[in-house]
């Protein structure tokens, strides 16, 4: 059995059951990697059904923006928005669940943090040189990342980096000595594909399936208009950027 991995579901409920529904029967374990609400008009629905896959979670940004612990003076004034309305609409129960998380988990060979290994909130990493540099924060051979809403693998060799570009369906070989995982956006991809984007990840053979799904992004864009949160988050899910 396979371990699914989900990243920045962004309170996109039609994206996550999309996922889910794909994935169905292929995994057994789940780990999510941050970012579960903020832009998106369901936080309360993803955070239930991230807790009913019993997964293995960890906070992003948008989860420490939306308990208060941090401020959110450096988002962008639309995230702002987006994140006071999504703490408001929270029960106490969620965000006593969302102060609960971890900046960091370590299972199996992997390190899961949302950002980076050495800033797990804000660094986007997105370079060769960052990915070097941010190998010495962490301890284990993997690290499964998210952030950037960009789906990639890039595994490192001695001074040799490998970026793997993956085609959506195709399992293969995670490379390298050391590695890093994205697996893209469940609910607001930046790759210009707006498919919902996840990975599956074989521990016992050590390789990945990415995989992009097709959702009812009107009913995503449906819902954010009701809530009166800030047109350009629905607009930007058609576009996938
Ligand atoms: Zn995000």
């Known amino acids: 059995m ?4 989900l990243s920045d579901i962004h309170a996109n409920l039609p994206a996550l059951e999309a996922v889910l529904s794909d994935a169905r029967g292929e995994f057994d374990t789940a ?3 941050g970012d579960t609400i ?3 008009a ?6 239930k059904a991230v807790r009913d896959l019993d997964a293995i979670a960890i906070a992003g940004n948008h ?3 939306a308990v208060g612990e941090m401020t959110t003076k450096d988002f962008n004034p639309v995230a702002r928005e987006a994140i006071e309305w999504t703490g408001e609409t929270m029960s106490e129960d969620e965000l006593e669940y969302v102060r609960g998380l971890a900046l960091t988990e370590i299972v199996d060979r992997f390190t899961l943090v949302h950002g980076s290994p ?5 660094e986007y990493l997105e370079t060769a040189p960052q990915a070097l540099e941010n190998l010495e924060h962490f301890e284990t051979r993997a690290c499964a990342i998210g952030h950037s809403h960009i789906p990639f693998t890039v595994g490192l060799t001695g001074q040799n980096i490998d970026q793997v570009d993956h085609v959506p369906g195709d399992r293969t070989q995670l490379v390298g000595d050391r590695l890093y995982l994205n697996p893209g956006s469940v609910g607001q991809p930046r790759d210009r594909d ?5 990975a599956l990840v074989d521990l016992a053979e050590w390789d990945v399936e990415f995989r992009r ?3 009812d992004i009107a009913r995503a864009q449906a819902r954010i208009h009701e809530e009166g949160l800030p047109e350009f988050l629905a607009e930007r899910l058609e576009f996938g950027q």
């Open 213 to 215: 799904v097709e959702y």
């Open 63 to 65: 989860e420490k923006a």
């Open 194 to 198: 707006n498919r919902a984007s996840y």
């Open 42 to 47: 369901d936080p309360s629905a993803c955070i």
């Open 2 to 5: 396979r371990t699914l991995l």
């Open 38 to 40: 903020g832009y998106g």
């Open 31 to 33: 780990w999510v990697l």
């Open 118 to 122: 050495r800033d797990p909130v804000w």
